[in-house]
């Protein structure tokens, strides 16, 4: 792998850039792998990087319908932030957190990850008792979140409209510095270049149409590529997770819902932070090329075409408007949807499933990116092991029989 | 945008008159006292999903109030049809494979699969001045 660097950069300018090698090869698929992992976004890649490098399982699959990270690696909102209330959830989204602090270095691939933090605002009496409750729990966990008061909101974030005359008015909100955004291409870039170093085959246009299931046991996938064998395979394909789970005659709790996302023409720098609202139900960060990131809920009817209803954005620009009034003349450029798993507890399921080695690692719902590393570390851990990893045993499916829900619908909050 | 069919106004109204509920004809445990765990949480939180024709249940929150049906495919969005509560759909997944086997009549008495996007290359030709 050729590294890259400030000094290759300054090479590669004087070559006139012309001799850039190739970010990852387009290999055959082979007719046996140790793991197959299903689907190449964030997750996938990031189980593969890991499963090869910390988990010394080099010989691995990574088959993709599409092209790499080009389902909702490329069409989320970048947040990343870790203040969820319950213990299992903090666990997981904290490891993830620690994860992405060092991701450039480690990826030697620039991610952009910038800790410029996440307000989630206040706008009732009942919003700042949840929002205690959850900063209390965060500080329990090790997460650094505080409550902040209308002026202190100010300070962080000058243009939000904290007056008295808004049909919401702001109350307070719960701050998070280390949270923030990251560049989310480069990321599924990142693990790809990083698990192609060492040895996994990216497997792109290769299409499951089926499991090879024989006695209660895993024994490959069927593709449009041919069939090809492995005793481990772990899922990771987000919307269309319950198709393969039909494929392999499992049923998943989860409804595919499609999720709206805006971008505005690129303005100059006017936002400092992510702005988050549950109440008047949305959010918005600006990117470093100026534009300012939108998003809302999802719309609510089961959907996998990659686009949503007209009446979900309104809502999404009323709600922005309503927290920013001097976005109310910005012209939108872009809008698109992906096709998100949510789950009825708004958890993930990372799990084993009644099928002995095949895994689901899916329902991460609304939220997904921010997990990325930490989803792909834990989950190629539990397929390394044949174990569930401890952070990820809590999100078994079996929670759905016995009880144990991890409910997170007020820290999951607005869809993003 | 939907345009819907509201069975019980036996009119088509707009999509934001109306909400969904998420997929249709789910059976409650028919004994609840003597329901197994696994009955329950299959009951309560585990769903078809489908990738193509799905039957769901959709309420007239501002008009009538009334819940109803929706036969949709998932994928093009198309809404087969609508009927009300206690009713069965006549269109289902296999049926759907049958036509879209077929192909359907169109209106105007050109022939077209299902799932295909109507003919609209008209509104796309460049009008010549």
Request: charged share 20%; glycine share 12%.
């Amino acid at each position: 792998m050729q590294r890259y660097s400030g000094f290759g950069l300054v090479k590669h300018a004087l070559g006139h850039h012309e001799n850039w090698e190739r970010q990852w090869r387009n290999p055959e698929p082979k007719k046996r792998y140790d793991v197959i992992i299903v689907g190449g976004g964030g997750h996938g890649l990031a189980t593969a990087y890991y499963l090869a490098k910390e988990f010394g399982v080099k010989n691995v699959a990574v088959v993709e319908k599409g092209w790499l990270g080009g389902g909702n690696t490329a069409r989320n909102t970048t947040i990343v932030r870790s203040n969820y209330l319950w213990d299992e959830a903090a666990r997981l989204y904290n490891h993830s957190l620690d994860l992405w602090k060092g991701l450039s270095q480690d990826l030697n691939y620039n991610v952009m990850f910038s800790q410029r933090g996440v307000l989630n605002l206040g706008h009732t009496l009942q919003d700042m008792r949840d929002i205690q409750r959850r900063v209390h729990a965060n500080r329990l966990n090790g997460v650094d979140s505080e409550v902040v008061t209308p002026q202190q909101i100010k300070e962080i974030e000058p243009e939000l409209d904290i007056s008295s005359r808004a049909r919401y008015p702001i109350m307070g909100a719960s701050w998070q510095k280390s949270a923030g955004v990251a560049r989310h291409d480069a990321v599924a870039w990142g693990y790809a270049r990083g698990a192609d170093a060492l040895g996994v085959d990216l497997l792109q246009n290769t299409e499951v149409t089926g499991f090879k299931i024989r006695d209660g046991k895993v024994l490959g996938v069927h593709t449009n590529r041919g069939d090809i064998e492995a005793h481990t395979v772990g899922c990771v394909a987000a919307g269309n997770s319950g198709v393969l789970a039909n494929m392999a005659g499992i049923k998943l709790p989860l409804e595919s819902h499609p999720l709206q996302a805006l971008v505005s023409e690129p303005l100059k720098p006017v936002l400092n932070t992510v702005t988050m609202s549950n109440h008047v139900h949305g959010y918005v960060s600006q990117s470093d090329k100026g534009d300012l990131v939108i998003g809302a809920g999802i719309d609510g009817y089961v959907g996998y075409g990659q686009r949503g209803s007209y009446p979900t954005i309104e809502h999404t620009l009323q709600a922005i408007v309503e927290m920013f009034p001097m976005f109310s003349r910005v012209r939108m450029n872009r809008q698109w949807g992906g096709i998100v798993d949510t789950c009825p507890d708004a958890c993930p399921i990372l799990s084993k499933t009644k099928v002995k080695g095949l895994y689901f690692n899916c329902g991460w719902g609304t939220g997904g990116f921010k997990a990325t590393p930490g989803s792909g570390h834990v989950f190629a851990a539990s397929l390394a092991k044949g174990e569930m990893h401890p952070i990820a045993a809590p999100f078994s499916i079996d929670r759905f029989h016995t009880g144990a829900l991890i409910d997170e619908h007020g820290a999951a909050g607005v869809a993003h | 945008m939907f345009y819907i069919h509201c069975p019980y106004c036996q009119e088509y109204r707009e999509e934001e008159e109306f909400h969904p509920r998420g997929q249709g004809h789910l059976m409650r445990p028919a004994d609840p006292d003597n329901a197994t765990d696994e009955e329950w949480g299959d009951y309560l939180f585990f769903r078809d999903n489908p990738r193509g024709i799905h039957h769901e249940l959709w309420v007239h929150s501002v008009g009538c109030r009334k819940f109803f049906n929706i036969t949709r495919n998932t994928v093009t969005y198309e809404i087969l049809e609508t009927y009300p509560m206690g009713e069965q759909p006549t269109i289902t997944a296999e049926s759907e494979k049958l036509r879209k086997e077929q192909g359907v009549q169109t209106a105007d008495g050109g022939w077209q699969t299902i799932g295909a996007q109507p003919d609209s290359r008209a509104l796309n030709e460049e009008i010549s001045s």
